[in-house]
């Protein structure tokens, strides 16, 4: 999906406001999500219908070009045909109606996000955890949500009130008097609404373009560090030599005695029971929505606390630092991972991140594995070894062979901690609940060498290391080049059935499944090995379509001797269409429409100026291409049966330079003969 860019002096927005809806409308909002969930729902099935087929098809034997199509999981495809099946399916047919288009559009969209991350996963080219195929949704566990991009959706002028598609108009429950405003003013353009049910509650959060002045921060020349912790939630040091404490608010553990009581409450009332159809008493909801309060509070404070906190940095700061946490494997930790998710490591990032955009700084952001410990603050040497014992602790100083540094955290003697042991893994430990992560807090002199780049950059300070997973592929021991070059021979030489990817990753002499990593299937390779061929085909045929030189009938004659001795210098690419042109399959089709046709296009535009003008005598495409590629090009792929015919090599250079101008010669004259004898009939 093509990602929105604002326009230059605006921002893309969240406005986000709690909604009081009454019955007859959280009545529409419950059956706008459950049309979403279920339009979700509908296009996983379609999709994978045809995914389940081709697997039966395939353990009965069915051949390639027998098997069901694939189905398409893009958008405008799912779209398509769900609103083929909505009047006649009878999971839709009755009720599509009462809903908004947006609600299906909502799912259908979600659904195709959902295969794209999939597949994406599955190549290799997405970040973090491998994601599986995607799965229903059930009622009583998915998300209520739906988003609104088309109809009418604004912020009424009373403050009081939004109104949205097929919604109407929805009372919420804060005042919208700053969007109002700003929409007023014509510095707020709202984009799409999304209404959402969380914790008891339904919100509202606008997506909404906005007009922002890059502010200058109070202190430009001046970068600060920050450090992360569980007792101290931040650990500042900036190149003035300050260190400033932000103390663990803690919301989450301050409320945990009030949240026990809440579901140790719940637990005692009559809650719902799927399995006998049970449904939850008057006071299990009651009790349910009290806990849920607390729930919504803890993150409501938690939300304002890193607001702001990272709002106070970037105003004052022009340069921030921080260090690129593994908080997933920290949370791995079961004495520290509550305190940790309570903290709110990855939030903070995340809003540094764009904030510092807004406010014209540079965020810097220190890798994992720098030698963050091993570093001199003085003179930036690093110590190869450094046990824990070596460092200097607050109370015994020790100077660097520089006179300068000194082996140890500030950050962490300023907040009272022990130090961190310098690890290759860094995995949440006892020591990690001191705020000493970032060796920009550690050390204050090095980060006087930092200067601010340009606004709103982000920089990430790295340290080499051994790359985790299989290698990229400018790394790959064989290059694609080299790949699809093969692949091409093979493809030409024992067709589409009768080609192995494993001898193939064998004759290249890499791994078993190098080409599966690569390009995902057999299917796939194909595809692009033609792509790469015909690419090279076009770049070598097409420049010779803008040289007119010596007329049409010339450059008709340049074009057809071009094309022979192309042929030659790859004769696998003729091969290959042979095999492929022999039955009707998809691939014929992708191969016609996408390569072979365009191509004919464009060589036979001269032709047809020639036959025009009266120069040569009309004769069809058809018979003019098998001709030139089939006919002429032939000794280049049947070599053996060439030597046999002929002396000498019909590959080399002047047999081939000798073969393609008899060939243009011999066509254009059979060509202008013709001519010439009706014209004398």
């Known amino acids: 999906m093509k990602r929105f860019e604002p326009r230059p002096g605006f921002v893309v927005q969240a406005y986000r406001f709690a909604l009081d809806p009454n019955a007859a409308q959280e009545a529409a909002l419950r059956s706008h999500c459950g049309a979403a969930r279920a339009a979700y729902n509908w296009a996983v099935a379609w999709v994978t219908a045809s995914w389940w087929q081709r697997a039966a098809e395939q353990s009965y034997g069915v051949c390639e070009a027998g098997l069901t199509p694939w189905r398409p999981w893009s958008l405008p495809a799912l779209r398509k045909a769900f609103n083929q099946v909505k009047h006649t399916d009878p999971r839709f047919a009755g009720w599509w109606t009462d809903n908004s288009k947006e609600a299906y559009n909502t799912g259908l969209a979600n659904a195709a996000a959902a295969f794209d991350s999939y597949r994406a996963s599955k190549q290799g080219k997405r970040r973090g955890k491998r994601v599986g195929m995607p799965r229903f949704k059930a009622k009583r566990k998915a998300r209520m949500a739906c988003r609104f991009t088309t109809g009418t959706i604004r912020v009424d002028a009373d403050g009081r009130h939004v109104t949205l598609p097929r919604l109407g108009t929805i009372r919420v429950h804060e005042r919208t008097d700053g969007l109002r405003d700003r929409i007023a003013a014509g510095t707020a353009r709202i984009l799409s609404a999304t209404v959402r049910h969380e914790r008891g509650r339904w919100h509202v959060s606008f997506q909404v373009e906005v007009a922002r002045e890059i502010t200058r921060a109070a202190r430009p020349d001046v970068a600060v560090g920050v450090d992360l912790g569980v007792k101290a939630l931040a650990v500042m040091a900036d190149t003035t030599g300050r260190i400033r404490t932000v103390p663990n608010p803690q919301h989450h553990e301050r409320a945990r005695k009030r949240l026990r009581r809440a579901s140790r409450i719940v637990s005692r009332r009559q809650g719902p029971d799927r399995r006998t159809g049970q449904a939850p008493s008057r006071r299990w909801e009651k009790a349910n929505a009290a806990r849920n309060t607390l729930h919504h509070r803890v993150t409501n404070l938690r939300a304002d606390a890193l607001h702001k906190l990272t709002t106070t940095i970037t105003r004052e700061y022009g340069t921030v630092v921080v260090e690129n946490l593994n908080v997933a494997g920290m949370l791995t930790n079961r004495r520290l991972a509550r305190r940790i998710a309570d903290a709110g490591f990855g939030e903070i990032r995340r809003r540094l991140a764009y904030k510092t955009a807004w406010a014209g700084g540079t965020l810097v952001v220190a890798d994992r594995w720098y030698p963050s410990s091993k570093t001199c603050s003085g003179c930036g040497a690093v110590k190869a070894k450094l046990p824990l014992h070596a460092r200097t602790p607050p109370h015994r100083p020790s100077r660097h062979e520089c006179g300068a540094g000194r082996w140890r955290n500030p950050a962490a003697a300023a907040a009272g901690g022990s130090e961190r042991p310098s690890s290759g893994h860094r995995r949440a430990t006892r020591a990690m609940v001191t705020p000493s992560r970032t060796f920009w807090a550690e050390m204050p002199g090095m980060l006087r060498a930092i200067k601010p780049l340009s606004n709103g950059r982000l920089i990430v300070m790295s340290h080499p290391k051994a790359r985790a997973g299989r290698p990229p592929a400018s790394q790959?021991?064989?290059?694609?080049?080299?790949?699809?070059?093969?692949?091409?021979?093979?493809?030409?030489?024992?067709?589409?059935?009768?080609?192995?990817?494993?001898?193939?990753?064998?004759?290249?002499?890499?791994?078993?499944?190098?080409?599966?990593?690569?390009?995902?299937?057999?299917?796939?390779?194909?595809?692009?090995?033609?792509?790469?061929?015909?690419?090279?085909?076009?770049?070598?045929?097409?420049?010779?379509?803008?040289d007119v030189e010596g007329g049409p009938l010339e450059q008709m004659r340049r074009i057809i001797r071009r094309f022979v001795i192309v042929h030659a210098e790859r004769p696998e690419v003729l091969r290959l269409i042979t095999v492929e042109g022999i039955a009707d399959s998809p691939r014929l089709d992708h191969l016609y429409e996408h390569h072979v046709a365009p191509l004919l296009a464009a060589l036979t535009a001269p032709l047809q100026r020639l036959i025009d003008e009266g120069v040569i005598a009309p004769i069809p495409v058809r018979t003019l291409h098998f001709l030139v590629a089939h006919g002429a090009a032939a000794p280049f792929s049947m070599p053996a049966l060439a030597r046999r015919i002929g002396p000498g090599d019909p590959a080399s250079a002047e047999a081939v330079a000798e073969h393609a101008d008899v060939v243009a010669d011999l066509i254009l004259s059979g060509l202008r003969s013709r001519t010439e004898a009706a014209h004398r009939a």
């Open 476 to 546: 790959c021991p064989a290059p694609p080049e080299l790949i699809l070059a093969a692949a091409l021979r093979m493809f030409a030489d024992k067709g589409y059935e009768g080609a192995s990817v494993a001898a193939l990753n064998r004759k290249l002499g890499v791994s078993h499944n190098l080409v599966h990593q690569r390009f995902g299937s057999k299917e796939m390779l194909w595809y692009a090995t033609v792509d790469w061929a015909f690419g090279d085909l076009a770049a070598r045929l097409l420049p010779e379509l803008d």
